[in-house]
């Protein structure tokens, strides 16, 4: 029997101990169809919120779901544990800065952070009742997956499609490194339209400027073609302020004559259109920045200074030169990097790259072979490659990543690509294979590491690696699924087609789930960076339970931001506590009803068909919205089901039947009912609420079930009754809210007794309700129920039926 109340710290505990001992998720190939998930291996940057358990615990649904239909559901779990967001949470953790100690020191912190932070995320992922089998975990700084990652790297260098150069480049002056146009994001930030006079002989043109710190760097100014205050002057020569030498006025089309004055200078380099003009109109460059964020020391006037200090010095000097026409407060965007919110700059540097824009429309049209779920995504996704503007800078300066294996001649410079028996190779730590072609023995280490995108978007190679050594040989890619956030669309989604087609020339999945945000208020995004997230998961699991952070997570609508709010975990722990019940007050009858509960009836009585066709019929309908991903529909659904069918109606109209049947026609029908449709909700719940349904199902099911767990079992296994008419259960339930309605208005109990109810019906429910007229009389309690056939549905109760 169950308890009276529900323990959750207890019971939850308890079955996951169950599946851990019985294996219950163990990936084993056996001959059925695999279901297999990429799973978004979280960075190891700091500790989770509510946010990670809304998006995974979606994912975890369909993993579950999947398996109950009868697929072998492979299901790995991994971590991102190495570049950028790993090294700001050992700096942090133990006060230190990678700068400041040996690389070999650093990174040791390094793997004993992430080593600490991953064990605590597979604790919580547990503790939620994911489904996983952790015998597939990975890390990403694995030497398993460096050797994967850096093979791969070999084998695109090889084909042309992985090259370095030296160019401008993005770089992020905060972190010391250069990153990928991916990696920007957009800020409002306060700034200032600074008004400078150039002067072209006599005549000015002014020129408004967030960046007066760059002045000794203008290569050019640009106007626009058709802009007629200033297109008489296109080829002329303009002198730069201050610095005193002569640059070319240019006409671009890209020259906005209503921003600003219209009459913009091309430093070297203040933006991205900068850049473009730059390359287009082949200019000539001077050093305007350091990797540190400093101006260079050879800058006249604000050599040595902060980028921010430097354009404060040049205000003033402008100005006490009389030179500062305008000085105007604007805020305007720009371009950040997405780790640290730092703003951006341009410097030309020596890197690694992906050649990603060659191919970009073999990438817009691998969008069409996916599946997208939600469709719209699939806008995302495209855009950002139409818009594509660079290369993918593959290379990070910095000191906890996959090194790239490469060495170069310190007499000529060519690079020496490691072989592939040396993989995985640390370059600073270990000699290259053989010397160089021109006869040199020297060589200087590659020290920059690779992009942690550039290992993590290799997550299906991974999984592919993985399966092999548990026997599952060329099954992927494609994988089943990818499943993610919208924000790493341009990322982590992107990424991977690269890689996967670059690869193998095909897809890495046939579906992609696109996942929303949690907010934490209206527009902000609950996030680790941001420190937001304002009760943890492990306080949320303890206060109300994992399968209540489940349910929850399992209400949104699929792609979209939701807000978060201890208040609706309230609401699924009253859910929990109406499945407990319905749990204890079914099993207690069918305990009673043992005799008759095991052999299906030859005859079943109406109301017990329609219960397990609505459990049929939820089951498809389910099943349509979990195949496209739609978990809040699918859920949705069920809790139809649950509250309004099952409790609300036939529980209510059964109860009576349950007790005092009458004959043993009345008590197999009854018995098989209570347990089949009870067992059918049990099944289409125990996706969401893993461990209440196993609980109940271990408690009754499972000594009669050949399954050994709720979650190893299939849904619609059983067969069906003959089907109703649709409006049987339509009219049921009209008749009981009828009469409850009434009761309510006469400000009666709802125990009442009646008097005369009188049920008009169409002649085919006629027999149907006659069958179910105990059911409905006991149940509405009243003396005389008149059915009379009729075209359409109606229902009275006479004047003084009501005491």
Known sequence: MLEPHYDAKKWEKAMQELWEKEGTYRFL??????YSIDTPPPTVSGSLHIGHIFSYTQAEI??????????????????????????????KEHGVTAASMPRSEFTRLCRETTEQYRNEFQALWKSMGFSVDWSLRYETISPAVQKLSQRSFLRLAREGKAYQKESPVLWCTNCRTSIAQAELDTAEKDSAFHTIPFYVGTEMIPVATTRPELLYGCAALFVHPDDTRYNHLIGKTARVPLYEFDIPVLGD???????????????????????EWFEKHHLPYKRMMEPNGRLPESVPLVGGMKAAQARVRMAELLEEHGLLLKKEQIRHTVSVHERCGKEVEILPSRQWFFDILSHKERFLAA???????????????LLWVQNLKWDWCISRQRYFGVPFPVWYCKRCGKPIFAEESQLPVNPVECPPPHPCTCGCTEFVPETAVMDTWATSSLTPFINAQ?????????????MSMRTQAHEIIRTWAFYSIVRSIYETGQIPWKDIMICGFVLAKKGEKISKSKGNAVVSPNEL??????????YWAAGAHLGTDTLFSQEELKQSARFLTKLWNAAKFTLGRLDALALYADEKPETLLPLDRWILQRCAQTASSAAQWLNRYEIGAARHEIDNLFWKDYCDTYLELVKNRSYNAKDETELRSTAWALSHGFLSILKLYAPFVPHMTEVIYQTYYCNREATPSIHLSRWDEKSLPAELPEDFGTIIKQILFEVRKQKSERNLSLKAELGDLTVTVPDEILPLLEQTRSDLQSCCNCKNLHLIPGESFSIALSPEAVN
């Open 62 to 91: 369909i993993a579950r779901f999947q398996r109950m239909q009868g697929k072998n559901v492979f299901y790995p779990f991994g971590f991102d544990d190495n570049g950028l967001p790993s090294e700001r949470l050992t700096e």
């Open 253 to 275: 089309e890209k020259a906005d004559p209503e921003k600003g004055t219209g009459a913009v200078m091309c430093a070297t380099f203040g933006d991205t259109t900068d850049l």
């Open 29 to 34: 190939p056996d001959g059925r169809e695999v």
């Open 541 to 550: 699991i303890k206060q109300y339970s994992a399968d209540s952070l489940r």
């Open 466 to 478: 993985n399966a092999e050594e548990h026997g599952l040989r060329d099954a992927f890619p494609p």
């Open 367 to 381: 969008a069409d072979e996916i599946n997208w779920y939600p469709a719209s995504m699939k806008t995302r996704y």
